[in-house]
């Protein structure tokens, strides 16, 4: 089973609201991602989580706050988000072994912003 | 710097034919190279991947080359089906930061034409 899960699958929000996106694996997996995709470009890195901890962060705007609660849950809050922020949020997980290590990706939140 | 290459944006195959997507690299310290296909609005699903100590690597209908001297891979599908329509991205990571940073290309969108 490869399977991570993302909610919602949809997300419409405006500027001055605060919301949260959701990821969730029962893989085992130790290493957890955020990504960020816009139409016809390829995904870009925003956050690795490695054991829990924050290990990795692409100079995100701080407007993007992710959390990493336990080894299955990653979460990203959103806050005071700006129109150019609508994107496809792909998360990921792997297994963090050594040597080549396969990414999963889940199906994605498609966040408009107003 | 684009550091994975994927020249051909679009490429049509008809039913029952290979089809061979392409990836060139820059940076020598990539060491495991992976191909995901894409649905739009979808996230990215794991096809095949390959370390640097192989040359080939086959699952099935997908097969993938590397040629390290050259930094170029290539993922065969054989024989094309028109479930294979989608965009196909290739990515490359390096052992040495841990594998957790995935550099993708620009994508090719494959159509197979029945």
């Known amino acids: 089973d490869t399977e991570v899960t993302q909610t919602p699958k949809h997300l419409v929000m405006g500027m001055t609201n605060k919301k949260s996106l959701k990821c969730e694996q029962h893989?085992?997996?130790?290493?957890m991602y955020w990504y960020k995709q816009k139409a016809k470009k390829p995904p870009e890195l925003m956050f690795v989580?490695?054991?829990?901890?924050?290990?990795i962060n692409e100079s995100v705007p701080s407007r993007f706050s992710p959390e990493c609660p336990n080894s299955s849950l990653l979460n990203l809050h959103l806050h005071a988000l700006q129109p150019e922020d609508s994107a496809l949020y792909l998360c990921?997980?792997?297994?963090?072994?050594?040597?080549?290590?396969?990414?999963?990706f889940g199906p994605g939140t498609r966040l408009t912003v107003l | 710097d684009q550091q994975v290459k994927q020249n051909s944006p679009s490429l049509s195959v008809q039913e029952g034919r290979i089809s061979i997507l392409n990836c060139d690299y820059t940076?020598?310290?990539?060491?495991?190279f992976l191909w995901y296909k894409k649905y739009p609005a979808e996230g990215p699903t794991f096809l095949i991947s390959?370390?640097?100590?192989?040359d080939k690597n086959e699952d099935g209908r997908f097969t993938v080359f590397l040629n390290k001297s050259a930094k170029h891979l290539s993922l065969h599908i054989v024989p094309s089906q028109p479930g294979d329509s989608a965009v196909y991205f290739c990515?490359?990571?390096?052992?040495?930061?841990?594998?957790?940073?995935?550099?993708f290309g620009t994508g090719t969108r494959l159509t197979i034409i029945p």
């Open positions: 990921a997980s792997s297994q963090r072994r050594g040597g080549g290590d396969t990414q999963y």
């Open positions: 390959i370390s640097s100590i192989k």
């Open positions: 893989m085992g997996h130790r290493a």
């Open positions: 989580y490695s054991y829990e901890k924050l290990s």
């Open positions: 990515a490359a990571s390096a052992s040495n930061f841990g594998n957790e940073k995935l550099t």
């Open positions: 940076n020598s310290m990539f060491d495991y």
